[in-house]
């Protein structure tokens, strides 16, 4: 079954940076694009990045642009989030994600069909 695992979430303070990363065992990697979300208290689960399956193509949401990078390694079947000049505003548990057939690729919640657990990235002021 596909499984997802997160790691390298934390605390860092505002101006700083974390580098997500996301374990992906079950399906071929290879084939599917792949996606962050993040989710804060209170708040509906919003895109931050996604990449295609060739990493040819990526996308980010526009409060993450010129300071989030998305990439894979389709070798180690894993995907990255390196996170740059972080704000406090970008609190939230990230999550991994896969779209639910190969060689798609979306922006939107419902694009995606399996989920890892989640990593609690916290920036303070």
């Known amino acids: 079954q596909v499984q997802l695992v997160e790691s390298g979430g934390g605390l860092v303070q505002a101006g700083g940076s974390l580098r997500l990363s996301c374990a992906a065992s079950g399906f071929t990697f290879r084939r599917y694009a792949m996606g962050w979300f993040h989710q804060a208290p209170g708040k509906e689960r919003e895109f931050v990045a996604t990449?295609?399956?060739?990493?040819?193509?990526?996308d980010y949401a526009d409060s993450v642009k010129g300071r989030f990078t998305i990439s894979r390694d389709n070798a180690k079947n894993t995907v990255y989030l390196q996170m740059n000049s972080l704000k406090p505003e970008d609190t939230a548990v990230y999550y991994c994600?896969?779209?639910?057939?190969?060689?798609?690729?979306?922006?939107?919640?419902?694009?995606?069909?399996?989920w890892g657990q989640g990593t609690q990235v916290t920036v303070s002021s």
């Open positions: 994600t896969t779209t639910r057939y190969a060689l798609e690729y979306g922006t939107g919640t419902n694009d995606y069909a399996y």
């Open positions: 990449v295609s399956w060739s990493d040819a193509n990526s």
